[in-house]
């Protein structure tokens, strides 16, 4: 699929984005593992989310779909009938995340802790992610889980399929080497069969839904009881027409009901420090998680370039693609150092979008842990690729608003991951 963006006058409107991957993901899995029934309002029904109710299924869970066509916020229930801690069943047959990293490092640690044996893979794309940061942790507490190792820059690294036997596991402390949710959400998931207590700490805070969740499921290893979730829209699905809002001159949008976890809001902190006026109304708190709605005013003026570093990269980890595009229109000079970790994401997102920015005119040097990029700088159609990388293809299309021409996105498809109805709302907002 080719998308196909041409250069906006104006961006007017309010929309509700996708509901937020993170937690519905994890109100899955938790929903799953519960004793009965837990309602899910306003689930992200994409790929990646509906390959982690499959697995589910493959382990005997029943989960009802209401209106799965239903991709916005609030429209749309689902319906997961909990076994409790011990209630999966040995799946049939290999289990597939398709393109999930969240769903085949957060399932491994339930499998690890199971009395039966799995198999875990996905795409070709997953079978290149590193799997090492969770089997390492996971292996301190008895589990026995085995994959296709191999010596990458001196170190012992393993990747999918992962043949997971269940053990009984022992409780650990465990304090991560770098920040990463994905990885201390497995070893929590992991220590609700575990033996005793166990603890994750980490230096630098991520995102931390799992801790929310745990909360207000009251989940121990004791069981615990399903409940009603709401989930708000996601944040880092809003970034992208956030950004467009302030890059499009005379724009004013307004995104209802999204989710602003403060382990999030790194977007919204990067671009009030850029010198963006974002406004923020009906603050609320439901299913633990906060939100409220977020406006671009018309009033915005000339965004800066800034340092980005330290404390805050764990915070905005996925929103770097178009924190990059954003850079592109600022003045001065944007560094982003620090985030390694984007180069094992869907794609090398330092590399790609370095590449695919450069192509339409952008003057962007890329770095071992992030990038230099100085603007402002006119951007020009061009074709350019996504590299099956969905933040690539949704940040190349925003860009694509701003530039002189038509721009075409190459696998474009790959958007359906995260945010099924990009592209019809792209338009609903053009004025």
């Not at 929103?319 to 595009?325: G, K, M, R, Y």
Request: net charge neutral; aromatic share 4%.
């Amino acid at each position: 699929m080719v998308l196909k963006v041409k250069k906006a006058n104006k961006i007017k409107g309010e929309i509700t984005v996708p509901g937020d991957k993170s937690i519905s993901h994890r109100a899955i899995m938790l929903g799953s593992l519960a004793n009965g029934e837990t309602s899910i309002k306003g689930f992200l029904s994409s790929a990646d989310c509906l390959a982690t109710i499959e697995c589910f299924r493959e382990m005997g869970i029943e989960i009802l779909m209401s209106n799965a066509e239903c991709l916005m916020p609030n429209e749309g229930k689902i319906i997961v009938k909990g076994k409790g801690l011990k209630g999966l069943r040995k799946p049939k047959r290999i289990l597939d995340v398709g393109n999930s990293g969240t769903t085949i490092r957060l399932m491994t640690g339930i499998l690890a802790g199971q009395e039966f044996s799995s198999e875990i893979t996905g795409d070709s794309s997953i079978q290149k992610r590193p799997m090492m940061r969770i089997v390492k942790p996971l292996r301190e507490m008895g589990a026995d889980i085995r994959g296709a190792e191999k010596q990458k820059s001196g170190k012992a690294e393993i990747y999918a399929p992962l043949q997971v036997q269940g053990k009984p596991l022992k409780g650990t402390t465990y304090e991560l080497p770098v920040a990463s949710a994905q990885v201390k959400s497995a070893v929590m998931l992991a220590g609700l069969f575990a033996e005793g207590e166990t603890r994750v700490i980490e230096k630098n805070k991520s995102r931390d839904h799992t801790e929310r969740m745990f909360e207000y499921f009251g989940a121990s290893n004791k069981g615990f009881e399903g409940r009603e979730i709401d989930v708000p829209g996601d944040l880092s699905s809003a970034a992208f027409f956030l950004v467009a809002g302030l890059l499009v001159a005379g724009s004013e949008l307004t995104i209802k009901n999204v989710g602003l976890n403060p382990t999030r809001t790194g977007i919204i902190d990067v671009l009030h420090r850029m010198g963006a006026t974002l406004e923020v109304s009906d603050e609320r708190i439901l299913s633990g998680e906060p939100r409220a709605n977020v406006q671009c005013p018309m009033s915005n003026v000339q965004l800066k370039g800034i340092k980005i570093d330290g404390e805050i990269v764990p915070r905005i980890i996925d929103e770097f693609p178009i924190i990059a595009v954003a850079a592109t229109q600022a003045e001065g000079i944007t560094e982003i150092r620090g985030a390694r970790e984007l180069r094992v994401k869907e794609s090398d997102r330092i590399a790609t979008i370095s590449s695919e920015l450069r192509k339409m005119g952008a003057n962007i040097k890329e770095l071992d842990d992030g990038m230099i990029i100085e603007g402002p700088t006119k951007l020009k159609g061009a074709k350019v690729r996504s590299y099956g990388d969905h933040r690539i293809a949704m940040s190349l299309a925003i860009a694509g608003l701003i530039a002189e021409g038509e721009t075409e996105i190459d696998d474009a498809a790959c958007i359906e991951t995260s945010f099924p109805g990009f592209e019809k709302l792209l338009h609903e907002i053009l004025v």
